[in-house]
């Protein structure tokens, strides 16, 4: 059995991917941050289904707390499954902040970055002995790195740096045959940022080609189906899931 970590895996789109995984047969282990109830009752649907899943408490944003969690995947992996290693990373976690760069605090800056992108960095680092070879690092980031809007941009620029990362992870973990690709969703109707409301949805479908903004499932099945080995040959690139937002 395949076994996959998704941070942030207890709402939005990482409990969509967790439960689309687990719907392909793999084992998942989830993070959350604050909520637990949230993330039990992922691990609870997941259940329901036949699947397996565990659920670990994880602060992106505290790198000094890397070493705790990899103990903790560990013992996780042990007695959940009797296994030592695991077989897929999805960095997922994350928050938004809509605000023009004017008003942009140095604190909210520096936030940003410890989860988007030195989080993914040296999570991937501190989890790197457990990954087993032939694995995969999806790491999730976003369709503004290439359509620029107002308001996001220490977002943007920490997410596009997310996607030069997974090309130096294809690069340098290649020789344990461990494939990096990244995914940018477009709109995706989440609790991220606020959410959406009805005037700037419609906005948002008005310029998508498809006409809708997206459901969480629509990237859940995209971060199963790209860790499935159906996908094997696909390394070092950045796939967009926007329904041809702004094209």
């Known amino acids: 059995?395949?076994?996959?970590?998704?941070?942030?895996?207890?709402?939005?789109?990482?409990?969509?991917?967790?439960?689309?995984?687990?719907?392909?047969?793999?084992?998942?282990?989830l993070t959350y941050n604050t909520n637990p109830p949230a993330a039990a009752k992922v691990v609870?649907?997941?259940?329901d289904e036949g699947g397996k899943a565990v659920a670990l408490q994880l602060d992106v944003r505290d790198s000094a707390a890397f070493p705790a969690f990899r103990d903790a995947v560990r013992h996780a992996l042990s007695a959940t499954w009797g296994a030592d290693?695991?077989?897929?990373?999805?960095?997922?976690?994350?928050?938004?902040?809509f605000r023009p760069m004017a008003?942009?605090?140095?604190?909210?800056?520096?936030?940003?970055?410890?989860?988007?992108?030195?989080?993914?960095?040296?999570?991937?680092?501190?989890?790197?002995?457990l990954i087993a070879d032939g694995g995969h690092i999806l790491n999730v980031a976003s369709a503004t790195t290439r359509v620029a809007t107002t308001g996001v941009a220490p977002y943007a620029a920490f997410k596009g740096g997310l996607e030069v990362?997974?090309?130096?992870?294809?690069?340098?973990?290649?020789?344990?045959?461990?494939?990096?690709?990244s995914i940018a969703p477009g709109p995706i109707r989440t609790e991220l940022g606020g959410g959406l409301n009805d005037e700037f949805e419609a906005l948002l479908a008005s310029q998508t080609a498809l006409g809708r903004v997206g459901e969480p499932e629509d990237v859940g099945c995209l971060v199963a189906g790209l860790l499935s080995d159906d996908h094997r040959w696909v390394n070092a690139q950045n796939i967009e899931v926007a329904g041809g937002y702004i094209i």
């Open 1 to 29: 059995m395949s076994i996959v970590i998704i941070t942030g895996g207890s709402r939005g789109l990482g409990a969509s991917a967790a439960i689309q995984c687990a719907r392909r047969g793999m084992g998942v282990i």
């Open 44 to 47: 609870g649907a997941i259940a």
């Open 85 to 97: 290693r695991f077989d897929a990373l999805v960095n997922n976690a994350g928050y938004g902040l």
């Open 103 to 129: 008003e942009v605090s140095e604190d909210e800056f520096d936030g940003l970055f410890r989860v988007h992108l030195k989080g993914p960095f040296f999570l991937t680092q501190a989890l790197l002995p």
């Open 165 to 181: 990362l997974t090309r130096y992870m294809a690069k340098e973990f290649g020789e344990r045959r461990i494939r990096a690709n």
